[in-house]
């Protein structure tokens, strides 16, 4: 075959596409305008949390868009003045415990309904499901009986037993998903290998199905951290509430917002989630895009 | 090492039946391939013997414990699967160190039981690797060796090369048999492929639709089958089949011509037989006729697919063909190459 010369030409076949007009067009455009309808939220939060009082509604003199004169004064007032800190210590453990309780009785209900192929198990993945379609919004009024019934009413234990009323759902079918996806032969060769049901479970299916699990966990977790009407209906005294509903209810003041407080509260509330996400968010991405590789 | 017994073994899924009534008797140290095509029960018998699938009527020993009701783990058997099933969070050795550990073996003696089963294999210098680190052969190697570590009663192969390309799978083929000699553990091998069954087993099972066709060693089955299936599986290309009728000439095939048969066995004046043609029995120089149709040159033997007494038939020629389609060859056939049986019930009439 003749040798052909070379080029100093780069492009490959379809490079008259991509010319830079174009890309901007078709990707850059409308990538910045779905970064800016995402973000500007985030970034109105910020400032508003640190600028002056004086600033905030004084359109004429200070631009609504930047701070000139940045203070803390919010934050200060926010975690000394007011009962922020117990809110938030709530939330943590309120999110965490049921997340915890959530994975627990998930992995143990989706394994079952999965792989044990009782007689029902189906079914029992359908019902479950169905729990899930029922909204909070409905379910409130029930549940807040059964909880003054129980007498747990405005303590953090009612909203550790009922937030995983819809927790287990969710993780349970997003388990399930995962677990389909493990090979059978691998559960048949630990089998014949010797292991019991328990060990197949510990040994074999959580250890690949960590993925799976970190992202059932992590939208567990950001469903009890934002919940919102449970938290609202079923705590009273203002040390016991969440950082939602305690922002909400503490920081507006008849028809007085404090507006800077209140944004650096959300502010504040949004940080666990943001640095939890940013931790997980390989697992997350690999657990939504893809199975158990051999 | 034990023996293996299967005693009128019969499976079925609600109110069909897969297994019909298995027998099947495995010597000490007996290398047996199950062989048939798919849906013929082949996987579901050895996963019966591996304890995965119930056992809806029969027995199987293993020695002579009776292990219907025991769980896998009890049963002392190695698996290796089709698709490796090596856990993939594990590394090559944990992956064969696996069962000892859950048997609580201390972690110097699984090394020590390792090591030799992955020198056996070659796998010695891929330990730390995990299995997606590894190529195809390696990881069926890994889950050989993991059968090995254990040191079963007996091993049981479900179609372990049929992920493995051409030449992979032929040099797998003589690694397997390698190994058994060394380690002479009674083996279960199940497969489609005849040429592996006839390559590797002492014993194959010849399965089709839930029943045993026949049982035998590999040149046994090849020099004499029983019937038309196993004649027309066993064997590449395939036998040629030739409806006709037998007489004292030979059998008289629907356009007239009359081929000879040496053997007649059972066989009766008037009756419809199928005559069994090797493709590898033919050769040039007879007075056969065969109008050529196809010639397929492979360098060492020529195929042939022509007209013989009104239907298709091939043969394989040592020599080189030069006949072009449409040409008619005269060919004579090696009476050891012939079977006769019967039409309607398809079982062999020869000795």
Known sequence: MAKTAPTDDHSEGMDHFDSRARRILTLWLPLACFVFVLLFPFYWMAITAIKPNYQLTDYENYSPFWVVEPTLRHIRYLLFETTYPAWMWNTIVVSVVSTALALVASVFAAYAIERLRFRGARMTGLLIFLAYLVPPSILFIPLAVIVFQVGIFDSKLALILTYPTFLIPFCTWLLMGYFRSIPYELEESALVDGATRWQILTKIVLPLSVPGLISAGIFAFTLSWNEFIYALTFISSSENKTVPVGVLTELVRGDIYEWGALMSGALLGSLPVVILYSFFVDYYVSSMTGAVKE | ?351
């Open chain 2, 1 to 351: 090492m034990a023996s293996v017994t299967i005693d009128g073994l019969r499976k079925s899924y609600g109110a069909t039946e897969v297994l019909h009534g298995v027998d099947v008797d495995i010597a000490e140290g007996e290398f047996v391939v199950l062989v048939g095509p798919s849906g013929c029960g082949k996987s579901t018998l050895l996963r019966m013997l591996a304890g995965l699938e119930h056992i809806s009527g029969g027995e199987v020993r293993i020695g002579d414990r009776v292990v219907n009701h025991l769980p896998p783990k009890d049963r002392d058997i190695a698996m290796v699967f089709q698709n490796y099933a090596l856990y993939p969070h594990l590394t090559v050795a944990e992956n064969m160190g696996f069962s000892l550990k859950l048997s609580g073996v201390r972690k110097a003696q699984i090394a020590e039981k390792v090591r030799p089963a992955a020198e056996i294999l070659g796998l010695a210098h891929l330990l730390d690797r995990y299995p997606r680190q590894l190529s195809g052969g390696q990881r069926q190697r890994v889950a050989m060796g993991r059968a090995i570590v254990r040191d079963p009663q007996v091993f049981l192969f479900d179609e372990p090369l049929s992920n493995l390309d051409a030449k992979l799978r032929v040099s797998m083929r003589a690694e397997i048999k390698n190994l058994h000699q060394r380690l002479k553990t009674t083996t279960v091998y199940v497969t489609h492929d005849q040429i592996e069954a006839m390559t590797m087993a002492d014993k194959i099972v010849v399965m089709h639709d839930g029943i045993v066709e026949q049982i035998g060693a590999p040149l046994d089955l090849y020099d004499r089958p029983a019937n038309l299936f196993v004649a027309g599986f066993i064997g590449s290309p395939a036998m040629n089949f030739l409806n006709g009728v037998f007489g004292p000439d030979g059998v008289t095939l629907a356009d007239g011509t009359v081929l000879p048969v040496t053997d007649a066995g059972a066989a009766k004046a008037g009756q419809q037989v199928v005559y069994g043609l090797r493709p590898e029995s033919m050769a040039l120089g007879g007075d056969v006729p065969l109008t050529v149709e196809v010639t397929e040159p492979t360098g060492a033997e020529t195929y042939v697919v022509g007209q013989l007494g009104g239907a298709e038939v091939t043969g394989v020629f040592r020599t080189r063909v030069t006949a072009k389609p449409g040409e008619q060859i005269g060919i004579r056939i090696d009476p050891a190459g012939i079977h006769l049986f019967d039409a309607a019930s398809g079982a062999r009439l020869s000795h």
